[in-house]
């Protein structure tokens, strides 16, 4: 027993000790961490909106896209004419040779933007065909083409999105040595909560037989993802320095929301915006803020507190019909990726080559374009803003909207 009693003091004087120790070091370091500036001289990583000067970019990589299996999250966010394709390949490779066409569209787009003089990071390829199984599901992977869908940069933070697709969950690997070299360079990294991705997160029952089903639904604020716990994509937010705007979608949901606000106070502000949307999932073909007080509007999909931006003395513009055929496949999107541009900076533009009528429209604003051709690259889900994640623009944080 006294032997006992002895070792339990000494446990208990060299815990103490440990934390006085550790305290001492906290106060040091708080001592000397006062940065006279929010980010790092030497960070890499600085961007607070759309359409400062881009210095720096990360774009996806078509290479070894997988389609999603059709679960029900899936089925809720594509039309019912593809749900075939999806049941035929899921799990298994895009077709290979519209996959080969992407691949090099995307290629041509990353030899533009380097003789526009930004840099151009990739990620890492992934075998996305690889079954994985977690407590709560089985799936196979998707891809790593969309930057805009899993990183969010605001001022010099990079936030992994923790996503809402089973066949996403593990997508932020093919980002982390990219990330990892941003962090070491004195960018802030964090990941939002993961999500378990349990049969609660999904209304298993959501009926989803024609788009009036989703019209009503949408308008009720039903969607297939539940509040069982937070999810959400980053290609929801959409940011205007000290403002960013979100909508409630198929793959974000309030707690979601919640959690950025939270985050992110007070320095930003969140707002929740709406439209009239059968089937909202990710803002930027939508709602995409292209300059200080300017932005495009979809016509089909109005927005519901636009009012807001018009007081604020913002410039709204319709973007044209998108000229895309009909018969082009879009197994995961719409033709308004004609408005998904990048702005390289406030007077130039990265479109798509056969959209003639939007580079009109941008002309008409003083912008030029940088015309490039993405059409098999559409078919995987985005246009420019997709394709790529802006990791520093040239540019101080400002309020747009008082």
């Not at 000067?53 to 019912?80: D, Q, W």
């Amino acid at each position: 027993m006294l032997r006992l009693r002895g070792a339990f003091t000494g446990w208990v004087q060299r815990t103490l000790q440990s934390t006085q120790a550790a305290a001492a070091s906290q106060n040091t370091c708080a001592a000397d961490d006062k940065a006279p500036s929010p980010v790092p001289k030497d960070c890499l990583v600085c961007s607070y909106n759309e359409w400062d000067p881009l210095e720096e970019v990360i774009v996806g990589r078509a290479e070894n896209a997988c389609v999603p299996p059709f679960s029900v999250e899936v089925k809720a966010n594509t039309y019912e004419k593809y749900w075939g394709f999806y049941q035929k390949f899921g799990g298994h490779s895009f077709p290979k040779d519209h996959l080969k066409k992407a691949i090099a569209e995307i290629e041509e787009m990353c030899n533009i933007l380097k003789g526009e003089g930004v840099i151009v990071k990739r990620p890492d390829p992934i075998d996305w065909s690889v079954k994985y199984k977690t407590p709560d599901f089985e799936s196979t992977g998707m891809y790593a083409a969309m930057p805009r869908d899993i990183l969010l940069v605001v001022g010099n933070e990079i936030i992994e999105a923790p996503m809402a697709w089973r066949a996403r969950f593990f997508e932020y690997r093919a980002y982390r040595r990219l990330i990892k070299d941003y962090f070491n360079s004195g960018a802030k990294w964090t990941t939002a909560p993961k999500p378990t991705m349990a049969d609660e997160l999904y209304d298993q029952n959501y009926p989803i037989h024609s788009v009036e089903d989703r019209h009503k639904l949408a308008a009720q604020g039903k969607f297939v993802t539940t509040e069982f716990e937070p999810c959400f994509d980053a290609a929801d937010f959409i940011r205007a320095g000290r403002d960013i705007f979100v909508q409630r979608s198929q793959v974000t949901n309030h707690m979601g929301i919640e959690w950025m606000r939270r985050h992110l106070a007070p320095d930003y502000r969140v707002h929740i915006i709406s439209f009239k949307d059968p089937n909202p999932m990710h803002i930027d073909a939508t709602f995409n803020i292209i300059g200080p007080g300017l932005v495009l509007s979809n016509p089909d999909r109005p927005c519901h507190q636009i009012e807001l931006f018009k007081k604020a003395g913002w410039t709204v513009i319709q973007p044209p019909v998108p000229l895309i055929p009909d018969d082009h496949p879009l197994w995961m999107s719409s033709k308004w990726l004609s408005m998904n541009v990048l702005m390289l900076d406030e007077k130039r533009v990265m479109v798509d080559a056969n959209e003639t009528s939007i580079q009109k429209m941008f002309e008409k604003l003083g912008i030029s374009t940088i015309k490039v051709n993405i059409r098999h690259a559409n078919s995987l889900g985005g246009g420019f803003h997709c394709w790529t994640c802006d990791i520093r623009r040239r540019g101080t944080l400002q309020s747009y909207l008082d």
